[in-house]
Nanobody, 122 residues
């Protein structure tokens, strides 16, 4: 059982970079696969990236591959999402999630943060 809290969202221009952080409270952080999802108004929550418990594996949505990078620091119980070359279509609320399965499916995650707003203006 963990609690997650995202930070780092904001308003940026197309082409800019932004780094999101997620801080986890609780024990055994390294047991959990961690993921980032995003949701725009009127849209389903969609997969962005995931990382396995000891960072041996990462997976990205095609829409962000080559632009975003997920990483984690198990000693600090944090996971980050480095977002480069941001586009207006990246605008969404970004959620940090944790679960027992390394997966891109929402159903694989049991713990969710409150979300942080990312707005890319044009």
């Amino acid at each position: 059982q963990v609690q997650l809290a995202e930070s780092g969202g904001g308003l940026v221009q197309p082409g800019d970079s932004l780094r999101l952080s997620c801080a986890a409270s609780g024990r055994t952080f390294s047991r959990y696969a961690m993921g980032w999802f995003r949701q725009a108004p009127g849209k389903e929550r969609e997969f962005v990236a995931t990382i396995s418990g000891h960072a041996l594996f990462t997976t990205y949505a095609d829409s962000v591959k080559g632009r975003f990078s997920i990483s984690r620091d198990n000693a600090k119980s944090t996971v980050t999402l480095q977002m480069n070359s941001l586009k207006p279509e990246d605008t969404a609320v970004y959620y940090c999630a944790g679960g027992n399965r390394y997966t891109r499916e929402r159903s694989g995650y049991d713990y969710w943060g409150q979300g942080t707003q990312v707005t890319v203006s044009s």
